[in-house]
């Protein structure tokens, strides 16, 4: 069992070498080939000896589906982004302003496609904590952490069978239990499950 908690940075960035299979919130067929790429950034901050993940809750918006939930700061690449690290950077820096340099990047794990067709790539990064945080309150009404632990705990989340109204064959969608108020489902927690895998990798694993 992997005590994630005393992994290492030096662990955590070995481990993210090794990916798992890109993962879907809708069945693959259902997809066209036009997904538009995105990013998020997956911060690692260290609080009383535990690891902890930062997220954010977007503001509520009446008619936007996304709007309210629980997420990672980051959104879609623009023209002027160099790579998809840069979207990732730029996206935390003007949702919740951490700046680039105050983050040292681990890696990223394998991409994860959207009901809204965005392929998104999350990448992990460590930041140096408490940091003062600056949310613009238009996207982001509350940035807070879940220790990494709980989040890998299988007694906190469930797979709960769907249907897409365009597919006969049912998908599953994770939801955590609540933790501080704050309801961590859909594509951020599958993102949150795929870097748990990864992180459970074992050491002889990450040589491949």
């Keep these: ?36 790429e995105a990013a998020v950034l997956i911060p690692f901050v260290r609080i009383e000896d535990a690891w902890h993940i930062l997220y954010i809750r977007r503001t509520q918006y009446e008619g936007d589906r996304h709007s309210g939930q629980v997420a990672f700061a980051g959104g879609k690449r623009d023209p002027q982004d160099k ?10 820096e003007e949702e919740i302003g951490i700046a680039s340099n105050d983050v040292s990047l681990l890696g990223s794990i394998s991409h994860h496609h959207t009901i809204s067709e965005f392929q998104v790539t999350p990448f992990v990064a460590e930041l140096s904590w408490p940091y003062s945080l600056n949310l613009d309150k238009v996207e982001v009404a509350r940035a807070f952490t879940l220790p990494l632990s709980w989040l890998a705990e299988e007694s906190n989340y469930r797979s709960v069978e769907r249907f897409h ?28 499950l795929s870097l748990i895998e990864v992180l459970k990798a074992e050491a002889s694993d990450t040589s491949r």
């Design 1 to 36: 069992m992997t005590d994630f908690d005393n992994l290492s940075i030096d662990d955590i960035r070995e481990r993210l070498r090794v990916q798992k299979s890109t993962t879907y919130d809708v069945p693959p067929e259902l997809l066209s080939d036009e997904s538009r």
């Design 83 to 92: 790579d998809l690290t840069a979207t990732a950077l730029r996206e935390a």
């Design 165 to 192: 109204p365009d597919s006969k064959r049912p998908w599953p969608v994770v939801y955590y239990e609540y933790y501080d108020g704050e309801l961590l489902w859909g594509a951020t927690a599958r993102m949150t």
